[in-house]
């Protein structure tokens, strides 16, 4: 049976998730066994689900404690595993920070820390320098979730302001081995963009990060701008002795996801054309610049010929204007829609690998020729509902929310759109 193009670009994105579980690309990446102990700590999305792959394929005595989004968390038998808030932290991420970092103090060079970290990790794990409270980091994320910023300029600032991040967490382990296992959901793949490089050395400074608090208007509490602006919030820099033993392992990167999908596609016949797994930007220029694309190959088969399927990743932006709920995969996928205006045969799905598109407890939606026409039947502007921000309202509306719940991983955005002549 020819599967229907939802059912098709449905498949390419299970496929992606799939791709990126932990228990399939973590076991080959485990450490040499110590002489003294092991520890394993960890924070984000998917840190739970590798918790369980680590104790699964280690034949050795263990212990640690991993944090991990609410509802995300995964049994294990010897490792801890504490949920907490995303993406505005809240008490519980701040007591299980102080319980990792507590958990690696008083090791020997007999010592391996294994730190098991992906995305979301910047908000999980949040432990504030002195002087500054819990109600200013949480006051600081949601400005910088409001403010239009890519997620390397936020996590500079979040480096910065943080008492474990920003290589410091590394610090804490010395003189132990650390080995960091990564699971990346940043563009570039850079470990000091992962959850904010807890253990990984920085070459960003306070006064970079303050001129970005300036160059995006941020309002953050004086708390925080006397951090930046004193010195007092220097992370942990390149050549620091304490960090010699620190090493990275990146286990699974959005291009894998991106590649297995595409594998996916061939084998239904439809060719495949990885466009980035690094793309950035408003969401809804990226939309517009796709939708140009998408059309070129619709009208004039250039520069690819359709049945063919654009897949992209990476992570765009949404500066908040309107009164809407964010989300900047139904973002783009919204002006996607409006820029194509019903062109016939193209199709898109737009979704994060976590399963939350924003703060919203859904992954992304699903597009076709007919949404734009089915939303003015029931008196739905999309024009203004992307001006509103409202994604996740225009695509609730229609019923093509793609809802996965937790995935258990998180390779950042992923977005397939299908151009079909058939």
């Not at 007591?95 to 060079?109: F, K, N, P, Q």
């Not at 996916?264 to 990226?286: C, M, Q, S």
Request: charged letters at 20%; a neutral charge.
């Amino acid at each position: 049976m020819i599967p229907t193009p939802r059912e098709f670009l449905r498949r390419l994105f299970e496929v992606a998730i799939k791709a990126a579980q932990p228990a399939r690309c973590l076991p080959k990446f485990l450490p040499e066994a110590p002489r003294g102990r092991l520890i394993v700590i960890g924070a984000g999305k998917a840190s739970a689900a590798m918790a369980r792959a680590f104790e699964d394929a280690w034949p050795g005595p263990l212990s640690g404690v991993v944090l991990t989004r609410y509802g995300y968390q995964v049994p294990c038998r010897r490792i801890e595993i504490i949920e907490a808030a995303h993406p505005v932290p809240d008490p519980a991420g701040l007591a299980a920070s102080r319980r990792i970092l507590g958990a690696v103090g008083g090791l020997t060079a007999d010592d391996t820390v294994v730190c098991l970290v992906s995305g979301g990790g910047s908000a999980l794990l949040t432990l504030p320098l002195d002087g500054i409270t819990l109600a200013d980091k949480q006051a600081v994320n949601n400005e910088l979730l409001r403010s239009g910023a890519t997620i390397r300029e936020m996590n500079t600032i979040r480096r910065h302001l943080s008492a474990i991040k920003g290589g410091r967490l590394a610090a804490a382990c010395h003189p132990a081995r650390v080995l960091t296992l990564l699971i990346s959901d940043v563009p570039g793949d850079n470990p000091m963009d992962i959850a904010s490089g807890p253990t990984v050395a920085d070459p960003t400074s306070c006064a970079d990060a303050l001129a970005l608090v300036k160059r995006y208007g941020m309002s953050l509490p004086a708390s925080a701008l006397d951090a930046l602006s004193s010195g007092r919030g220097e992370s942990v820099k390149p050549g620091d002795p304490r960090l010699a033993r620190a090493e990275t392992r990146l286990i699974t990167t959005p291009q894998a996801a991106l590649e297995a999908a595409a594998e996916a596609a061939r084998a239904a016949g439809v060719t495949p054309y990885i466009l980035g797994d690094a793309i950035e930007g408003e969401a809804r220029d990226v939309g517009k610049v796709m939708a140009g694309l998408a059309r070129q190959v619709a009208t004039r088969r250039q520069p690819f010929s359709a049945p063919c399927v654009l897949l992209s990743g990476g992570e765009t932006t949404v500066t908040l204007r309107g009164k809407g709920r964010g989300g900047r995969n139904v973002e783009f996928l919204l002006a996607l829609g409006v820029a194509l205006d019903g062109l016939p045969g193209v199709y898109a799905l737009a979704g994060d690998t976590d399963g939350v598109d924003g703060v919203e407890e859904i992954a992304g939606a699903y597009l076709a020729p007919d949404s734009l026409r089915r939303a003015w039947e029931q008196g739905i502007r999309p024009r203004d509902a992307l001006a509103d921000n409202d994604g996740h309202g225009f695509f609730g509306a229609l019923d093509d929310a793609i809802v996965t719940g937790p995935t258990l991983t998180n390779v950042n955005d992923f977005r397939a759109i299908l151009i079909d002549d058939r």
